[in-house]
């Protein structure tokens, strides 16, 4: 099927008892929702491709839009859906300040339909107390009222804009106005378009797990995919994660901890759209222009989809120097034949990561990459791995570093660990222009599973770290324990001998050693006299397990 709505907004806080403050001014968060769902269990009348904007502000600029330090503020109360804006907190008793929230840009409505937004209200001590609204069309009024219990539903008609206005009231007794919006849960009312409401990416429960970290829960369509996106001011959004739908209910939680001085994270769930159908068997094809392509090279990929309806799992596979995509698209066969396969060229049959003769903007390939597999119905882009081997495996740990935690969840490194360039002085290295400089420092992106393995008679790229013809490099050892580090693993560097060896009846042969952290989600394998092609006293045998190991790994 074609997913045809963008994503309803499901935004938390961390709640966490802070002692600053986040002062906004203007938030403002965009998409376009299709069908959400409502209390209201009659309503009917849905069209496809409904959008708006909606910009919170506050009509004083000097106090602005304040997230305060605890249970006040834009965020889920408890564990409640109310999505709460403060307005200053003011005590006094001419409490005139008004909160504005701009609906505009609404598209996709059939005639006779409306939007609802519920339970705009106030909290007050005095549920007694009158609190007013008004609506607007650009600068007409269109209606207004008031209120006195602590929620109400106001009804916003088909119009391209309207503001809505919620102000406390302008004589004692003394109000906090903190105005709620319960879930900014936007519904249809009325009309006789075809459709009816579904209960797509719904929040159903939010707050702090044991840990302190924030969560919450929304329900999933299964085919779906959810990317999750973190925010501190409402404004620019960065990706997280992507998350499979399943039909049931997800649950996401991040690892974000509040500490004095650091802004509070808002979170929301973005449905991955997919326009283009179906992936077939193809080659896909991306133009890039840089220094030695300066009128457009166009880029290339070999795929291969397995039969089904799908969606499936994508395997990204990264050839080594002198390789094709066409010669390492079968890397991993035949134990990912239920996986979509990715084989990309690198420009001059290798990747930029340090002294090629390339100087492809190879990240941004494999990003623009990712992003076009994404537009495809039957991928799966919560399940997206990238193999690599040798200056493949290189660029891999390089996409690791520099890639959002949205872009993919899997990476395979064989035979070639970080470079020393990538990795020092206890930070990670990159440049933000794309070049191999490595001179900006960057935390990578959370969440993700890794597993390497290198031999340790490799004569091109020493599994102990040091120069060689290639480069210089960090050991194998400390290269996926630096990954595990940064991602939350706070113990130390487990020592060459604390590996565990195979027995055969473990999992894996006795000339493998085994490190891992996180309980499995980074994991190394030393293959004992094994070369830069995995083998061993000229066996491929050990090369031929850890096809077995890696795509297990990958597609578990």
Known sequence: ??????????????????????????????????????????????????????????????????????????????????????????????DDESLVFTLSNVTGLAPGQSLLISNIGARSASSTTTKQYALFDGVTSVSSGSFTATSFAVSVPNLNSAKITATGPTSAPALNSRFLINQLVLTITGGSGGGSANAVAKITNAGLDGSGHPFFTFDSVAGESYEIQSSTDLLSWTPMATLSGTGAPITYTDEFTQAPG??????????????????????????????????????????????????????????GNGGTGAGTIGALNPHVSTAIRVAPDGYLNSWNVDGEASLAPDVAFIRDLIALLKTYDNVDAGKISIFGISNGS??????????????????????????AKMYHDSAFWFNATGSNAYDQAIAPAKRRRIISLNGTADPLIPYTGGTSAIGTFISAQESIYRFAQAMG?????????????????????AQFVKYTYRSGQFVHYKLIGGNHGLQVSGSFVYADEAKQIVAAFLLQ
């Open 1 to 94: 099927m074609t997913r045809v709505f963008a994503f309803s907004l499901l935004l938390l806080t961390s709640m966490l008892q802070a002692q600053t403050t986040v002062s906004l001014g203007t938030g403002k968060i965009t998409g376009s929702v299709t069908g959400l769902s409502s209390a209201n269990q009659n309503v009917t009348g849905l069209s496809a491709g409904i959008s708006f904007d909606l910009t919170i502000t506050a009509t004083n600029a000097t106090t602005g839009l304040t997230v305060a330090n605890h249970a006040d503020g834009i965020g889920v109360i408890s564990v409640t859906n109310d999505f709460e804006l403060e307005n200053r907190n003011n005590t006094n008793a001419a």
């Open 489 to 509: 693993e706070t113990g130390p560097q487990l020592a060459d001998a604390d590996g565990i060896p195979g027995t055969g009846t473990n999992g894996y042969s």
């Open 262 to 319: 650091v802004p509070r994270h808002f979170h929301r769930a973005k449905t991955v759209l997919t326009p283009n159908g179906n992936l077939t068997n193809t080659t896909l094809s991306i133009t890039q222009t840089w220094l030695q392509q300066p009128s457009g090279f166009a880029r290339t990929a070999v795929v291969q989809v397995p039969a089904g309806a799908g969606p499936h799992p994508v395997i990204i596979l990264l050839h």
């Open 394 to 419: 290189g660029m891999t740990n390089r996409l690791l570093i520099e890639l959002d935690g949205a872009a993919f969840q899997n990476a395979g490194c064989q035979v070639s660990q970080m470079l």
